[in-house]
T-cell receptor, first 113, second 113 residues
């Protein structure tokens, strides 16, 4: 099935550094979401974006909904060890508020103390 | 307030067997979606249930079927298991019209041998 494009597959950063991840699609989405998944758990919603150009923050996390509606990025500032995990982007299309989510393959973030 | 709960947490089956996975949505939610997450991949949408009917379906064969009960809980059934069905099966719940698949359970890890 279709997946969004996230790369690289893994990122390694030093504690305290900022990190940016982006997500691209060949299709337009009306909602973009960013999730974090830790081992043995389901994805946990970090940020939801509902309008093209929207910039939203959640603590040290900031995400933006691309103007073309085909991309989004997530920025984590001043990283800490508990930021370790897999970060997924997901897009939601035109079929209404309950339409399915299409996910990227995820980026595994490692933070060196 | 319990979140999305799934059972069992782990399951081992033999090729050709049938399996039933269960999901209880977050309190107040009436819509349940199921996703399959293969190792190293993002979740893939299987189907969604609302008002005890399948409302949307992803690109999965008819071996995958489901059910929703009057209390909004849901089951995912997979018949004639294949080795490739080994994955983490995630359930997500939402309230119709408010926003889709925001809350995920921790999943059921299915291993087919």
């Amino acid at each position: 099935g279709q997946q969004l494009n996230q790369s690289p597959q893994s990122m390694f950063i030093q504690e305290g550094e900022d990190v940016s991840m982006n997500c691209t699609s060949s299709s337009i989405f009306n909602t973009w979401l960013w999730y974090k998944q830790e081992p043995g758990e389901g994805p946990v919603l970090l940020i939801a974006l509902y309008k093209a150009g929207e910039l939203t923050s959640n603590g040290r996390l900031t995400a933006q909904f691309g103007i073309t509606r085909k991309d989004s990025f997530l920025n984590i500032s001043a990283s800490i060890p508990s930021d370790v995990g897999i970060y997924f982007c997901a897009g939601q299309g035109n079929a209404g508020a309950n339409s399915k989510l299409t996910f990227g393959k995820g980026i595994t973030l490692s933070v060196r103390p | 307030d319990a979140g999305v709960t799934q059972s069992p947490t782990h399951l081992i089956k033999t090729r050709g067997q049938q399996v039933t996975l269960r999901c209880s949505p977050k309190s107040g939610h009436d819509t349940v979606s199921w996703y399959q997450q293969a190792l190293g991949q993002g979740p893939q949408f299987i189907f969604q249930y609302y008002e005890e009917e399948e409302r949307q379906r992803g690109n999965f064969p008819d071996r995958f079927s489901g059910h929703q009960f009057p209390n909004y809980s849901s089951e995912l059934n997979v018949n004639a298991l294949l080795l490739g069905d080994s994955a983490l099966y995630l359930c997500a719940s939402s309230l119709a019209g408010v926003g889709g698949s925001r809350y995920f359970g921790n999943g059921t890890r299915l291993t087919v041998t």
